[in-house]
């Protein structure tokens, strides 16, 4: 069974970094894209970042060039280093693991607020 354990969230001020992490287990974490999703009050889920199983990542505009996305297959975990964060960063943010042979799973979610 697939799990994805995030952690990290909190509360930072404007211009502030955070670092999410997710711990995932029960796949070979190596071979699959993970991803980082979040979901601000009233509005739909947005796609953060990517990072396929060799290193590729691709990012949202609305966090190029401030966010990090980074895997370390040996700890099966990925990692969003946020950098100057804003208030419209504030979101639950989900970690996300795409397997083609087990399917897409979801983490719990971890929030983050960032206060003007």
């Known amino acids: 069974q697939v799990q994805l354990v995030e952690s990290g969230g909190g509360l930072v001020q404007a211009g502030g970094s955070l670092r999410l992490a997710c711990a995932a287990s029960?796949?070979?974490?190596?071979?699959?894209?993970m991803a980082w999703s979040r979901r601000a009050p009233g509005k739909q889920r947005e796609l953060v970042a990517t990072?396929?199983?060799?290193?590729?990542?691709n990012y949202a505009d609305s966090v190029k060039g401030r966010f990090t996305i980074s895997r370390d297959n040996a700890k099966s975990t990925v990692y969003l280093q946020m950098a100057n964060l804003k208030p419209e960063d504030t979101a639950v943010y989900y970690c996300?693991?795409?397997?083609?042979?087990?399917?897409?799973?979801w983490g719990q979610g971890t929030q983050v607020t960032v206060s003007s």
């Open positions: 029960g796949s070979r974490f190596s071979d699959n894209t």
């Open positions: 996300n693991l795409r397997s083609s042979l087990l399917g897409t799973f």
């Open positions: 990072i396929a199983p060799g290193g590729a990542a």
